[in-house]
């Protein structure tokens, strides 16, 4: 019972030698775009969370076609409103995309700049009080105090 359990699991897993697979080209479809949160952990939202759409048919149906590489940053091809008959869409990872990465760039500069700022006050602020209270301590061991309500004449 047990062999025959393995028999039928290996000839399962086995290659059909009549069955057929044609092999399939795959063109991009549109821009790279983020991947949504439920997808992040899917292989082709790796390694960057971004995905592009892909177009899959019969290698036959395009064979001058060479696949572009995925760091490619600009659009490959405009979306057609009717896909051709036969295609499978599929997913590619993609790298990077520059606008996502400048917009994140300036927000990280954006807010060096303010932790920058406010650094820089407070640092001000303190030098001031700083001076203002070892100005005080000078005066008052000179004895020149301000506002003692002390006639001196």
Do not use: K
């Amino acid at each position: 019972l047990i062999f025959s359990c393995f028999l039928q699991i290996v000839i399962a897993q086995s290659p059909s030698p009549n069955a057929t697979t044609t092999p399939l080209a795959c063109h991009p479809f549109g821009e790279c775009e983020p991947c949504p949160p439920d997808a992040r952990n899917e292989p082709f939202c790796q390694p960057f969370g971004n995905r592009r759409l892909m177009h899959c048919s019969p290698s036959r149906a395009y064979p001058s076609r060479e696949p572009m590489p995925s760091y490619y940053p600009y659009p490959t091809s405009t979306p057609s409103s009717s896909p051709i008959h036969g295609e499978t869409p599929a997913w590619q990872s993609c790298g990077r995309i520059p606008a996502q990465e400048r917009a994140d760039f300036y927000e990280f500069l954006a807010c060096n700049v303010f932790f920058c700022a406010v650094a820089l006050s407070v640092a001000l602020l303190r030098s001031r009080a700083l001076e203002a209270r070892q100005a005080r301590r000078v005066a008052a061991r000179i004895g020149l105090v301000r506002g003692g309500g002390v006639d001196s004449r």
